[in-house]
């Protein structure tokens, strides 16, 4: 069978976006949901590693692409609406951003974690992607142990101002021509950013993105183009 009369088996009509269930072919483990859309989908049949779009980076990625832990597919299951996938994959290290195996790890009632962290997310990802996936996760916390949900619990303005403060302290230190405070105040100054960005649900990825869009074109140009 084409490969295209495969794809149009998915009822695209309900949605761009197919739900994609990700289950360990070995012991059956539920390892992680995702979606896909036509493309991803399509990328996925033809060469059998897993490939997603992600909401937050806007844009299809192959798993693992940054950190190794590919996904190699065994078999591609639609439901019996045609709006839901089911593969079974051998999985590569970790399936979760975390460093652990599964991304179904905290039992809803308690809160509690089941199971332990396998491999350190910075060095799956680096620092500032770990960063971001970590104030997303800080987002629901108690704002008595998390200055990061505190931030957040106070509104826009309260990140904003922060952002533009720290924007000054860094401008200040520049000016005295001081190294480490110039390194101290850009951590701020990014983490702060990050936050605002994270409340938007906007994935560094995104702005890595749009640098790489920019690197064929001069500045002149870039902020013509904007103007025009």
């Given at each position: 069978m084409s490969l295209e009369k495969v794809l149009n088996r998915v009822d695209w009509q309900?949605?761009?976006?197919?739900?994609?269930?990700?289950?360990?072919?070995?012991?059956?483990e539920v390892l992680m949901m995702a979606y896909m859309n036509k493309e991803a989908l399509e990328l996925s049949l033809s060469t059998k590693v897993a490939h997603y779009f992600s909401r937050s980076k806007q844009r299809?990625?192959?798993?693992?692409?940054?950190?190794g832990h590919t996904q190699?597919?065994?078999?591609?299951?639609?439901?019996?609406?045609?709006?839901?996938?089911?593969?079974?994959?051998?999985?590569?290290g970790v399936a979760c951003h975390t460093g652990r195996r599964s991304c179904f790890f905290t039992e809803l009632e308690s809160g509690e974690?089941?199971?332990?962290v396998e491999v350190s997310s910075e060095a799956l990802y680096g620092v500032i992607d770990t960063l971001y996936h970590t104030i997303q996760d800080r987002k629901n916390a108690d704002?008595?142990?998390?200055?990061?949900a505190k931030l957040i619990s106070k509104g826009d303005n309260t990140i904003l101002k922060k952002v533009v403060e720290?924007?000054?302290e860094f401008s200040f230190a520049y000016k005295d021509n001081d190294e480490s405070e110039m390194i101290y105040e850009a951590a701020d100054?990014?983490?702060?950013?990050?936050?605002?960005?994270?409340?938007k649900n906007i994935s560094p990825d995104r702005i890595k993105q749009e640098l790489a869009r920019r690197f064929d074109m001069s500045g002149i140009a870039e902020k013509n183009s904007r103007e025009n």
């Open positions: 309900k949605s761009e976006l197919l739900p994609v269930i990700v289950q360990d072919n070995a012991s059956n299809i990625w192959k798993k693992g692409e940054s950190s190699h597919i065994h078999s591609f299951n639609i439901d019996c609406d045609n709006d839901t996938l089911l593969i079974k994959v051998t999985q590569e974690a089941n199971s332990e704002p008595e142990s998390s200055w990061t720290e924007a000054g100054l990014t983490y702060h950013m990050l936050v605002a960005l994270a409340v």
